[in-house]
């Protein structure tokens, strides 16, 4: 009977220190989003600047659609931001248009470059995944619909080390099923 209650007791606190190793600081809750003013939404009200100069990503014509006309599937993000720029409000709109009054569901899937370790990344991802989602949902778009993963740095869209790469690896993929 004791050697049952001290290996109780002794699972118990296993378990407790498993629980507690799984916890991680990094909040998700708070994922800015554009305002419908188009006004960014950050900390203290203020746009997150980043310091790295950014990339063009557009086509030869200065569109971001594909040359097939479909709906874009990528909106980028700068460094160590999960802010959705008004450059994609098109974008949403369009994939809210698709997607309000419809069957179809829809994936964001949040990446980052390889800078910083494999958790922030990952919580990144996820914040950017979040962050899209949020916007479609000022739209419209049911909850229901949509789902936010993150890959952080694992899936990259770009291949190197360099701020071309990686400005094409914070992104937030869109698709549609």
């Known amino acids: 009977m004791k050697l049952r209650t001290v290996s109780s007791a002794l699972a ?13 600081s990094v909040k998700l809750d708070e994922t ?3 305002s419908r003013t188009g006004q960014a939404v950050g900390e ?13 990503l557009t086509d030869a014509q200065g569109n971001e659609r ?3 006309g479909q709906l874009d599937r990528v ?6 931001s999960y802010a959705v720029k008004d450059v994609y409000g098109q974008t949403l709109s369009s994939y809210a ?18 800078r910083g ?27 229901s619909q949509m789902e936010a993963v993150s890959y952080g740095e694992e899936r ?4 190197g080390s360099g701020e071309d790469a990686w400005a094409k690896n914070r992104r937030a993929e869109l698709n549609l099923r």
């Not at 997607?99 to 470059?113: A, K, Y």
């Open 12 to 24: 118990t606190a296993c378990m407790a220190v498993v629980l507690a190793g799984c916890g991680s």
């Open 32 to 34: 800015p989003v554009e």
């Open 44 to 56: 203290g009200g203020q746009t997150p600047q980043s310091q790295v100069s950014s990339v063009n």
């Open 66 to 68: 594909n040359a097939a």
């Open 75 to 80: 909106i980028y993000f700068d460094f160590d």
């Open 97 to 114: 248009k698709t997607l309000n009054g419809g069957q179809r569901r829809l994936m964001v899937e949040g990446h980052t470059d390889e």
């Open 117 to 143: 370790g494999r958790e922030y990344n990952l919580a990144l991802g996820q914040k950017r995944a979040e962050a899209v989602r949020k916007a479609l949902s000022l739209l419209g778009v049911k909850e």
């Open 156 to 159: 990259p869209s770009a291949v």
